[in-house]
Nanobody, 124 residues
Framework: QVQLVESGGGLVQAGGSLRLSCAAS????????MAWFRQAPGKEREFVAT????????YYKDSVKGRFTMSRDNAKSTVDLQMTSLKPDDTAVYYC?????????????????WGQGTQVTVSS
């Protein structure tokens, strides 16, 4: 497992942008599939985006396609989530997740390492 620390959350107006980052510990980061999930108050934690070990494959939740972009830098052991055209419905705590695998998944139970989360609030 890896240790994950998210950063970059904050308060933004609707239509604005934020960039989240997740820093991972360990020397084998490049072997890990990475993902972003989010959890709004009173709701289940839901999938947002995932990226494979090389960064060559990404997959997004339908409602964020075209607005969010996930990327990774294996040399720095980081993954980012660039969020644009933000909506109030995007308000949630965003979590970084990881699993040592060449595959990717949108299932929460598949990931075995999690960060503590970073709050994103989008005002209308």
């Amino acid at each position: 497992q890896v240790q994950l620390v998210e950063s970059g959350g904050g308060l933004v107006q609707a239509g604005g942008s934020l960039r989240l980052s997740c820093a991972a510990s360990g020397r084998t980061f490049s072997r890990y599939a990475m993902a972003w999930f989010r959890q709004a108050p009173g709701k289940e934690r839901e999938f947002v985006a995932t990226i494979n070990w090389s960064g060559g494959v990404t997959y997004y939740k339908d409602s964020v396609k075209g607005r969010f972009t996930m990327s990774r830098d294996n040399a720095k052991s980081t993954v980012d989530l660039q969020m644009t055209s933000l909506k109030p419905d995007d308000t949630a705590v965003y979590y970084c997740a990881a699993r040592n695998s060449i595959s990717i998944s949108n299932q929460r139970s598949w990931y075995d390492s999690w960060g503590q989360g970073t709050q994103v609030t989008v005002s209308s």
